[in-house]
């Protein structure tokens, strides 16, 4: 299996990120030849290698031991062992371990190759009805609430449809904050992807949230898919004015929360906007 007879090979294993059948003929044969096989979690991975009578000796390289790792596996490779690298599930170092390790062994110029295979970032936007042209994938956001609305703020203008993960207890609150931040946009939550109670929302951000709120628990890891900002036509004061008018005709909004709504909608400053409405007081 070598591609240099001097050294090993780095081999970058996509698994099942859910049905134990969504692996390639190729990453089962790779993963039986292989010398050794680095796995985010020995435990769940033995569950996929038993199911293929894959015996290849088993060791666990996660976030926490990568590092102190990576040196021993870069050892084994100039030995000219051949290693796979693989996740819990999907692509390994798509928001999961792996990336440390590749940049080390890239860096020693070794060998690595990729055994591609499952996604849930790809498998979900292929069926997520959102524009798949342009994407941009941003995994899990920071957790705390300041630096999530900040990353988030500092996405609102991309064009690009918005891909990120997220785990079942905090996905409401992140839909709450991007209808805050970036308005009420199309989407699609994908949950369970390719398990047995497989879930696609589609909708508005408030439908999902709504959608969410009503499940007495919400379980599996979450995809969300949010649609990029649309192109927007410049409008000028005059057309505002008219915005405004009939506004104040048709909410009971106040003039802060009507400022904020206009603005959002319109990519608008909330001072003129705001300014504007104070002249139909």
């Known amino acids: 299996m070598n591609i240099e007879n001097s050294f090993g090979t780095l081999y970058i294993v996509a698994t099942p990120i859910g049905n134990l059948e969504d692996i390639t003929f190729r990453a089962v044969k790779v993963l039986k030849q292989v010398d050794l096989i680095a796995a985010e979690d020995t435990r769940h991975s033995k569950k996929l290698l038993s199911h293929y009578a894959i015996k290849t000796k088993l060791v666990s390289c996660h976030e926490h031991n990568e590092i102190n790792k990576t040196p021993q596996f870069i050892t084994h490779l100039k030995n000219g062992l051949d290693i796979a690298l693989i996740s819990d599930a999907g692509t390994p170092s798509i928001s999961d371990p792996g990336y440390k390790l590749v940049a080390a062994v890239a860096k020693e110029k070794l060998p690595i190759i990729p055994i591609p295979g499952c996604s ?84 508005n951000l408030s439908d999902i949230q709504k959608t969410l709120e009503e499940k007495e628990i919400i379980k599996g890891e979450c995809s969300l898919f949010v649609q990029g900002l649309l192109e927007q036509k410049v409008i000028n004061e005059e057309q505002i004015e008219k915005i405004v008018s009939k506004r104040l005709v048709t909410t009971n909004l106040g003039t802060s929360d009507l400022a904020r709504q206009i603005s959002k909608e319109f990519n608008l400053s909330k001072k003129k906007v705001y300014d504007i409405i104070l002249k139909f007081d």
């Open 120 to 203: 849930a970032a790809i498998a979900g936007l292929s069926v997520s009805g959102l524009p798949t042209d342009s994407f941009l994938f941003l995994g899990f956001l920071p957790k705390k609430q300041q630096k999530q609305r900040q990353a988030i703020k500092a996405i609102t203008n991309q064009s690009a449809t918005l891909i990120f993960y997220e785990s079942p207890r905090r996905i409401i609150a992140l839909i709450k904050n991007m209808r805050d931040i970036m308005g009420d946009r199309k989407a699609c939550l994908a949950r369970e992807i390719t398990k047995l109670h497989e879930e696609y929302i589609r909708g």
